[in-house]
């Protein structure tokens, strides 16, 4: 993963991916995206992290060559994103939370919480600065 390149990939002519200003992005990070991903100010995301605002395909057979659901992906201002954690269609995280590395995130995040695992889930709020402790890849 050292000195991989950032991926923004979007996949139709009116996908958009918008990066507010002082958001930092680690090598490796991709952006995946059909409709819109927006990532507010101050937003440090961890190398290897995928965002996508989409499956991409659908999963029956028969139509799985075609585009799947849809839904954008909103990352809040001051937020913090693990090493090579996923975040799914739909995904709203609120400001100043943090998301733990590796961690799946399929739902809400809200303010300043802090989530972490596969399915990612509550662990605290900010406050408690021993956040990582227990928390592996």
């Known amino acids: 993963m050292p000195g991989s390149p950032l991926l923004f990939a ?6 958009r991916i918008d ?8 090598n490796g990070v991709e952006l995946l995206c059909r409709q819109r991903i927006a990532i507010g100010e ?4 961890g190398a290897g992290t995928r ?9 029956s057979r028969a139509d799985r060559l075609l ?3 849809v839904s954008p992906v909103s990352i809040g201002s001051e937020v913090w994103i693990g090493v090579g954690a996923t975040l799914l269609k739909g995904v709203v995280i609120e400001d100043g939370a943090v998301v733990g590395a590796c961690s799946v995130v399929r739902g809400s995040v809200g303010t300043d919480e802090v989530v972490a695992g596969n399915p990612a889930r509550p662990l605290s709020r900010k406050s408690n600065r021993n956040l990582a402790a227990g928390v592996t890849c």
């Open 10 to 15: 979007p996949h139709t002519r009116n996908a």
């Open 19 to 26: 990066v507010a200003a002082g958001s930092i992005l680690a």
């Open 42 to 45: 101050r937003t440090l995301i």
């Open 51 to 59: 965002v996508l605002d989409s499956d991409f395909h659908d999963l």
């Open 67 to 69: 585009p799947g659901p």
